[in-house]
Structure formats: structure tokens, C-alpha cells
């Protein structure tokens, strides 16, 4: 990824990683081409809001199972249910800094099934909005903005931080208690 906010990596790239990974697992899950799919809109969001950059310049489109990159569809929509290393492009060109960010997004949503990750994308914003006047089943290739999916996973960021500033501010308050409790009592 560059600074300028503009990535050359391509999202088949990012999948081709993606299928590594879910490849090495003891017990892998199938990673089927709808749980792909939802791995790379997250792989997005989480770049777009942590870095303010993408992870892949394609486009995320909002079809009626959630977010899917219409390039990524396209070169594995032939594997049917499930997508092995074999079927993935040779050796993904990702920095080390990529691949990490991949990895992390990995073990954050591995444990989850193509229907939880679909179900998931389908209660968030970005995909709402852009399928905003659709039928549940009626198809759609509307892209969802870049913009969107950055403005929902930000406001996640700052909630996990505003929990996270909330829970130390806690900590230190019993500390502080318990400290004056223990001072209290050397001075008796």
C-alpha cells in the first residue's frame, strides 16, 4: 500500500492470501467464494478506517448475500462451493505490511461461517445504504461507496477505543481506591 491513499494491489491478490491462510488452518472452515467475499469487505474496511487508505482498488459491490468484488467473483465463482490454494494466483504480490494486515483480519473473522459474515454485512451501513430501495432478493450491482465503508469502520474504531479509554479509566480508579485504602491503613 502507498501513503497517497491509492494501493496497486489488486483484490484477487488479497483473496489469494486469504485462501493461504484459511488453507493452513488444522481444522479450516470451507472458505467458499460467499465467504471470500466477506473476508475481503472486511480486509477493506479495516484498512480504510485504521490507515485511511484501501487495501485493493477494485470495487465492492452490494448483491443481495452482502459485499462482493466483481473481479474476485469472476476468477473463482468456477469453484463452487469451496476455493483451494490451487485455484489462487502462484504467490500473491503483498508487502509485509499488507499480509499483516490480512492476517489480522483473518483471525479476527475466521471462526465465522459464509451465512454469520453475510448476516453481519447485511446489518452494517455500507451495505444497507447502498442497496437502499432494493428488495431483499432482488439483485443489484451497486457499488458501495469507498466513503461509506471508511465512515462505518472509523466510528467502530472509535467506539472499541472510547470502550477501551472507559475501561482503563476504571482500572485506575480502583487502583487509586485501593491505593488510599492501603495508605489509609500504614496509617493507623
Not at 470451507?30 to 477494485?58: H, I, T
Amino acid at each position: 500500500m502507498v501513503a497517497s491513499g491509492k494501493t496497486h494491489t489488486s483484490a484477487v491478490d488479497i483473496a489469494a492470501h486469504l485462501i493461504r491462510l484459511a488453507a493452513i488452518e488444522e481444522e479450516p472452515d470451507l472458505l467458499s467464494p460467499m465467504r471470500l467475499q466477506k473476508l475481503l469487505y472486511y480486509v477493506q474496511g479495516w484498512a480504510l478506517a485504521e490507515l485511511d487508505q484501501p487495501a485493493f482498488a477494485d470495487s465492492i459491490e452490494a448483491w443481495r448475500h452482502g459485499p462482493v468484488v466483481p473481479e474476485v467473483y469472476s476468477r473463482f465463482k468456477e469453484f463452487g462451493k469451496s476455493v483451494s490454494p490451487i485455484d489462487a494466483v502462484e504467490d500473491p504480490n503483498l508487502s509485509e505490511f499488507e499480509r499483516e494486515l490480512v492476517d489480522q483480519v483473518w483471525d479476527a473473522y475466521k471462526r465465522c461461517s459464509a451465512t454469520a459474515l453475510s448476516e453481519m454485512t447485511h446489518r452494517e451501513l455500507p451495505w444497507i445504504e447502498a442497496r437502499e430501495g432494493l428488495m431483499d432478493n432482488d439483485h443489484s450491482k451497486r457499488e458501495i461507496r469507498t466513503e461509506s465503508i471508511r465512515s462505518f469502520f472509523a466510528q467502530k474504531i472509535d467506539r472499541i477505543n472510547e470502550t477501551l479509554v472507559g475501561r482503563i479509566d476504571d482500572v485506575i480508579g480502583r487502583a487509586s481506591e485501593n491505593c488510599r485504602e492501603f495508605c489509609g491503613m500504614l496509617e493507623l
